[in-house]
């Protein structure tokens, strides 16, 4: 887990605030505001920063009437941006030289669909641009090797989502290790519930992702080994492989203890301080703290 710092709070205050004054007038959120710093003071100390996002979510709900599915236009446009795009992902990636790392590559773009992170940022014109250079991408491939090399071994991989939308990549991404490594068992897990732009059950069949789904018991917007529900739990246990999308899940598990390939953009000036990268750098890594 990466704890809270100064980073995360003006992050989490600075977007935050700017997306309650879009919703209402100065006074509304004012009152947010007051109610979002009241939660930061007195948060325990030992938490990262998706532990606020239902709890947020509830002073979104409080102060401006949004219901707790306030991304419901963002998540079903993105999954249909996905499907309309699938077969060409499909050919893609199947065409390269390495499947795999191409669909790791097209997965890890597909992280750019975080309504939530990237508040008025996320435009699919520009994620069509970036997916044009997608084979271009440059990874770790030590990394990558130990990845391929841990799949060979078969058993299971439990693979952690992260947006709506986004989940559309992945299943490519596991349609491809499936077919290359037919020994594996493949495990989906969503979001428990409805956290931010995340994918939920209801995504994983918007898209048709044709392994067995199963959902983390919360509505936090990453994955926390303590708060995870009896399946879950048992199923992160078990897994010979653990793959986690999303910055939420590298903010949530980094140090928890076992080797977990994380594979997301940065997107945060945390994450650009911890790797030396710009934002949107793509980062696949398996470094345990």
């Known amino acids: 887990?990466?704890?809270?710092?100064?980073?995360?709070?003006?992050?989490?205050?600075?977007?935050?605030?700017?997306?309650?004054?879009?919703?209402?007038?100065?006074?509304?959120?004012?009152?947010?505001?007051?109610?979002?710093?009241?939660?930061?003071?007195?948060?325990?100390?030992?938490?990262?920063?998706?532990?606020?996002g239902p709890?947020?979510?509830?002073?979104?709900?409080?102060?401006?009437?949004?219901?707790?599915?306030?991304?419901?236009?963002?998540?079903?446009?993105?999954?249909?941006?996905?499907?309309?795009r699938l077969d060409a992902l499909r050919a893609a990636?199947?065409?390269?030289?390495d499947p795999i790392l191409a669909g790791l590559k097209l997965s890890i773009l597909g992280n750019y669909l975080d309504f939530s992170a990237l508040y008025g940022e996320v435009s699919f014109d520009i994620l069509d641009e970036m997916l044009r250079s997608a084979l271009k991408m440059e990874l770790d491939r030590d990394c990558y090797g130990r990845f391929l090399a841990d799949l060979a071994r078969g058993g299971e991989l439990l693979y952690l989502t992260d947006n709506a939308g986004e989940i559309g990549f992945d299943r490519v991404l596991a349609e491809l290790i499936a077919g290359a490594y037919p020994g594996l068992?493949?495990?989906?897990?969503?979001?428990?519930?409805i956290a931010q732009n995340d994918a939920t059950r209801a995504d994983a069949a918007e898209v048709g992702i044709p392994f067995p789904v199963i959902d983390s018991g919360s509505n936090i917007a990453g994955i926390v080994p303590e708060l995870l529900g009896e399946e879950a739990g048992a199923a992160f246990r078990r897994?010979?492989?653990?793959?986690?999308?999303?910055?939420?899940?590298?903010?949530?598990?980094l140090g928890c203890?076992?080797?977990?390939?994380?594979?997301?953009l940065v997107k945060c000036a945390r994450f650009v301080k911890r790797y030396g990268a710009p934002k949107f750098t793509p980062v696949f890594s398996d470094r345990l703290d």
């Open 1 to 52: 887990m990466i704890p809270l710092d100064t980073e995360c709070i003006l992050c989490l205050l600075r977007r935050n605030l700017q997306t309650a004054r879009d919703l209402g007038t100065e006074e509304q959120a004012t009152a947010f505001a007051r109610d979002l710093m009241a939660l930061l003071a007195s948060s325990p100390k030992e938490v990262s920063s998706p532990w606020f």
């Open 55 to 84: 709890r947020i979510a509830e002073l979104y709900d409080r102060h401006y009437h949004l219901g707790q599915d306030r991304f419901a236009r963002e998540k079903a446009e993105a999954n249909a941006y996905v499907l309309s």
């Open 257 to 264: 203890g076992r080797r977990v390939y994380y594979a997301f």
């Open 185 to 193: 068992r493949i495990t989906f897990c969503v979001r428990g519930g």
């Open 239 to 253: 897994a010979d492989v653990v793959l986690a999308k999303g910055q939420g899940n590298a903010e949530t598990l």
């Open 93 to 97: 990636a199947r065409q390269a030289e």
